[in-house]
């Protein structure tokens, strides 16, 4: 079954850094968000992607927030200056069709100290 | 922020028997509803989902309940099996765009 693969699986990083999430969405899917979990909170939307432009944003996504599909195959959420509250696990998913639901990725933890 | 919300934080239910996991929305715009299933270290896996314009939606065991005047979804397992334990998660979209708000997770534990 297809699956979305995400990169690292578990980051630490210092305050203050940059870092790149990575993710591979499936192959022919054209849709394409991050979603993240503070740890005992709900999953929360943080933007979708469809070609090539950022469709939906909340809140949460501001200017420190970035996103890039860099090739036919990756798409990555960038951090420019990580703070202690963007420790999360985040998510990255894709679909073609919303109407069967996205496929989400296994997440990546950050923790930022 | 409750748009979506999932009063019961667990339920502990035998192997064989039915569950419910409940779920209540505010938003009237959400037209579209999917339940989502976690396991620890993993994403959410989809599951099952129904449009605002239909009352129920089947797939083998689960079965989903729509209640639009209630604003009121229901997800129901029958049998229940030890491996359906895990995070349930409901969640809705709005009719502009595919954003989806998540509720924050029933632990569904099925005993055997």
């Known amino acids: 079954e297809p699956e979305v693969t995400q990169t690292p699986s578990h980051q630490v990083t210092q305050m203050g850094q940059e870092v790149i999430l990575r993710c591979v969405p499936i192959s022919n899917h054209l849709y394409f968000y991050w979603y993240r979990q503070i740890l005992g909170q709900k999953v929360e939307f943080l933007v979708s992607?469809?070609?090539?432009?950022?469709?939906?944003k909340s809140e949460i996504f501001d200017d420190q927030f970035s996103v890039e599909r860099p090739d036919g195959s990756n798409f990555t959420l960038k951090i420019r200056s990580t703070k202690l509250e963007d420790s999360a696990m985040y998510f990255c998913?894709?679909?073609?069709?919303?109407?069967?639901?996205?496929?989400f990725g296994s997440g990546t933890r950050l923790t930022v100290v | 922020d409750q748009q979506v919300k999932q009063n019961s934080p667990s339920l502990s239910v035998q192997e064989g028997r039915i569950s419910i996991l409940n779920c209540d929305y505010t938003?009237?715009?959400?037209?579209?509803f999917l339940w989502y299933k976690k396991y620890p270290a993993e994403g959410p896996t989809f599951l099952i989902s129904?449009?605002?314009?239909?009352d129920k939606n089947e797939d083998g065991r689960f079965t989903v309940f729509l209640n639009k005047s209630a604003k009121h979804l229901s997800l129901h397992i029958v049998p229940s099996q030890p491996g359906d334990s895990a995070v349930y998660f409901c969640a809705a979209r709005g009719n502009a765009g595919n954003m989806l708000t998540f509720g924050g997770g029933t632990r569904l534990m099925v005993k055997p």
């Open positions: 992607f469809y070609n090539n432009e950022i469709s939906e």
């Open positions: 998913a894709s679909s073609d069709n919303l109407r069967y639901g996205y496929t």
């Open positions: 129904i449009s605002s314009i239909k």
């Open positions: 938003n009237s715009m959400f037209d579209y």
